[in-house]
């Protein structure tokens, strides 16, 4: 009798000391491959966008636009547009994928399962990283093999620490927001009225100190000018602000942004009502 009481007992749940890495790599393998599924849309369209902009603001300016840091204007933009192309990728992944779960009820996919909620983030936050990466290095390989500017490399420390950077920075942001907005028009209006307009005055075409006051310091506590000109020196070797300053701002946000995140998921906000 005690076998046959033994044999009906209903399995234990699986014990998971400590990081969850199966839960982990499913959920982050799912991401990307939400996005891989789709890749005309999710990379190929990004690339072609930022062609776009160097004919625009190269081919057609060409031998009207005097040297910046005595190197040519496509040399200065390109890194510039290749930053645009990860943020707003990494940006994109993360929000509409949370709220895209959200409005089709399959929150219940990561929140049933044993994931704690630094799990949670890691995975749409990596994923959103992951995106941003491989949009950043397919839009860079295309310019440097197409004749728009001779891409060169003077740092590659300072590429790869605020490539990675700012993708995580925007993932973690598009993980807010996601959680924030309940429907695509607040998405939309986040991506608008302030991650479009912190990216275009940053710094992406121009030198901010050429700007006017008040402009020219109101560019300096724009975190986006930190990114795109650390990674810009990756490539031309010059700055047009702290390279410290930019590489300290990167570390802190991430860490405050990754606690926000944490604590947004530990109490379910929006996701449990």
Not at 196 to 224: C, I, K, Q
Not at 254 to 259: A, D, E, K, Q
Request: glycine residues 8%.
């Amino acid at each position: 009798m005690k076998d046959m009481a033994h044999s009906v007992l209903p399995p234990q749940p699986r014990d998971y000391a400590g990081f969850n890495w199966t839960g982990f790599t499913t959920l982050y393998l799912k991401e990307i491959r939400r996005f891989w599924k789709v890749g005309m849309q999710t990379v190929a369209a990004p690339v072609v966008t930022t062609l776009l902009y160097m004919m625009v603001f190269v081919v057609a300016v060409r031998g009207s636009s005097p040297p910046i840091h005595n190197i040519p204007f496509s040399a200065f933009v390109a890194p510039g547009l290749i930053m645009m192309a990860i943020l707003n990728n990494a940006f994109a992944n993360s929000s509409s994928s949370l709220l895209q779960a959200k409005m089709m009820g399959l929150t219940s996919d990561f929140l049933t399962p044993p994931l704690a909620p630094i799990e949670q983030v890691s995975a749409f936050v990596l994923g959103a990283a992951t995106r941003g990466i491989v949009v950043g290095i397919v839009t860079a390989g295309t310019i440097a093999v197409l004749p728009f500017t001779d891409l060169r490399i003077s740092h590659p420390w300072a590429i790869a620490y605020f490539g990675i950077g700012a993708s995580l920075i925007l993932g973690l942001v598009g993980v807010v927001t996601g959680l924030w907005s309940e429907k695509f028009d607040h998405l939309s209006a986040i991506t608008n009225f302030l991650i479009m307009p912190m990216t275009f005055l940053s710094g992406t075409f121009y030198l901010v100190d050429r700007l006017p006051e008040p402009f020219r310091t109101a560019s300096h506590y724009n975190p986006f000018f930190y990114l795109i000109d650390g990674f810009r020196y990756g490539f031309i070797g010059e700055a047009d602000g702290s390279i410290a300053i930019g590489a300290s701002l990167v570390a802190v946000l991430t860490v405050s942004l990754s606690l926000i995140c944490w604590q947004l998921f530990r109490t379910g906000y929006r996701l449990k009502t």
